[in-house]
């Protein structure tokens, strides 16, 4: 899902991003900022670029107000979020923003939009609800003017691509009939369609308890889409990035060299490799570390070893660390509990075994690399399942990991100064909670500290306020007021 976010007020105080107050972004649902949108909207904003990119325009161009910039950016996500709903294109699967071509906008998202398949009035009403023909105008004239200026400054490529036209064809009447076949389940089971999910700020709803985490993660069935969700908690990383950065070491790979994908590494080359864990080699990014450098840690009937003996791996400090490829790309460590690398390898050496070739560690029924979209399914399969007042998905996972860390490490310190966890002052929740955010915002890969402050405010306020409500239902039992 899309979203449209707007700079906050701290960006004002720096002078070279003061120019940004104002103009809106977009964020993609795994959490991606498609530049070449982003830096459309910001020239849009300045009156840089006209209405229909290449066309002469009509009048001088002047810089937009606020509700023309919100315009364009809510048109633009919408677009996106179609491109990333797989039940609305099931022939194509899930379109990334660079990979979306001039067809799909005007072949398919625009009939959607005619046809009133794609409308917040359908999701609502289970009814075909064409939207007004001046409104898709202005959907597709934003679309197109956004994507072929991308294309003329060399962020996407072979936009005006078109391919057969019974493929064309096809993909829009499974599209139909994708929907044709919701409608009609809906009507037999008098149950309402599934509306578009909107992501919200994890740090705008309650964390989940660990007694729900729990139930969540039992719902999921054992297997690959447990250890992702668990793998998610458990070190912070993206859904996209567990998928990508799960390599066996071992096995013979190629890489993705589709420069097109957040996750190509500018020193990768297309030839086949056998995969080997390392931390200074760039070929191995993304590669577990291997079985036995955890298999000595376990002691039998005593739990885990953290004594070191001469010579062993323990001597060096990094046995269940290993590089993976972000966002950007950026390249940063990442630490795989053991107890979770051991479930990791448990899985590889029995369920898993069924494809050797693959060196990808999570795959799907189809014995194929485990996609995003199925990632989703599940989730929202275990959130029915459990029947959950918060649905949690995969940035939730991500915004539990920080929460979490920082409310464990906090504890931790407060017990190493003599308090228990319900005394804990707040100066030292801020005190503590800032040194450990260094972790954290490594841990996450945020370029800056402000993206990961978030995480110790909510725990900040959260514990607060807690102390704070305690305090005021005992005033209130003192006074004894009627009810």
Request: aromatic share 10%.
């Amino acid at each position: 899902m899309a979203t449209v976010h707007w700079p906050g007020n701290e960006v004002a105080r720096v002078p070279k991003r003061a120019h940004l107050i104002g103009v809106p972004f977009i964020m993609t649902g795994d959490e991606e900022f498609p530049d070449g949108i982003n830096a459309f909207i910001f020239e849009r904003a300045r009156g840089k670029v006209s209405a229909l990119h290449g066309a002469a325009p009509r009048v001088r161009l002047r810089p937009l107000d606020r509700e023309a910039r919100r315009k364009i950016a809510y048109n633009l996500a919408d677009l996106l979020t179609w491109g990333e709903t797989e039940r609305a294109h099931p022939t194509q699967g899930t379109i990334r923003w660079d990979q979306l071509k001039s067809w799909h906008i005007l072949e398919m998202y625009q009939d959607a939009l005619i046809r009133g398949y794609w409308s917040e009035n359908f999701f609502r009403t289970k009814s075909p609800s064409p939207i007004a023909p001046e409104t898709v105008r202005t959907k597709i004239s934003h679309a197109l003017g956004c994507f072929k200026w991308m294309a003329d400054n060399g962020f996407v490529t072979n936009f005006d691509y078109e391919p057969a036209l019974q493929t064309i064809t096809l993909s829009k009447d499974a599209c139909l009939l994708s929907y044709r076949r919701e409608l009609q389940q809906a009507v037999t089971n008098s149950v309402p369609v599934a509306a578009r999910a909107f992501r919200k700020s994890p740090g705008n709803q309650p964390l989940p308890t660990l007694p729900h985490l729990h139930a969540f993660f039992s719902a999921l069935a054992p297997g690959p889409h447990r250890l992702i969700a668990l793998q998610m908690f458990e070190t912070g990383m993206r859904a996209t990035e567990v998928i990508e950065n799960t390599l066996i070491p071992g096995r013979v790979h190629q890489r993705c060299m589709d420069r097109s994908k957040w996750h190509v590494h500018p020193s990768w080359s297309d030839q086949r490799l056998t995969l080997e864990w390392s931390l200074g080699d760039d070929r191995m990014i993304g590669v577990i570390p291997p079985l036995e450098m955890v298999e000595w840690k376990l002691k039998p009937g005593s739990g885990w070893d953290r004594q070191s003996t001469p010579g062993s791996r323990l001597d060096y400090g990094y046995q269940c660390n290993y590089r993976i490829i972000g966002k950007g790309p950026k390249v940063r460590l990442a630490h795989l509990p053991p107890k979770l690398l051991l479930a990791m390898w448990a899985y590889i050496n029995g369920a898993r075994r069924s494809n050797e070739d693959s060196a990808h560690v999570y795959l799907n029924r189809f014995q194929q690399k485990m996609s995003y979209h199925a990632i989703w399914e599940a989730f929202d399969a275990a959130n029915h399942a459990i029947k959950s007042p918060l649905r949690l998905t995969p940035h939730v996972m991500r915004h539990a990991y920080a929460c979490y860390f920082l409310e464990a490490a906090i504890i931790k310190e407060g017990q190493d100064r003599g308090y228990d966890r319900n005394s804990i002052p707040p100066e030292l929740i801020l005190e503590h909670g800032s040194t450990i955010l260094l972790t954290i915002q490594s841990d996450l890969g945020h370029s800056e500290a402000k993206s990961t402050k978030k995480y110790l405010e909510q725990v900040a306020k959260g514990w607060i306020r807690m102390s704070a409500h305690q305090t005021w239902n005992q005033f209130l039992d003192e006074v004894q007021l009627d009810v």
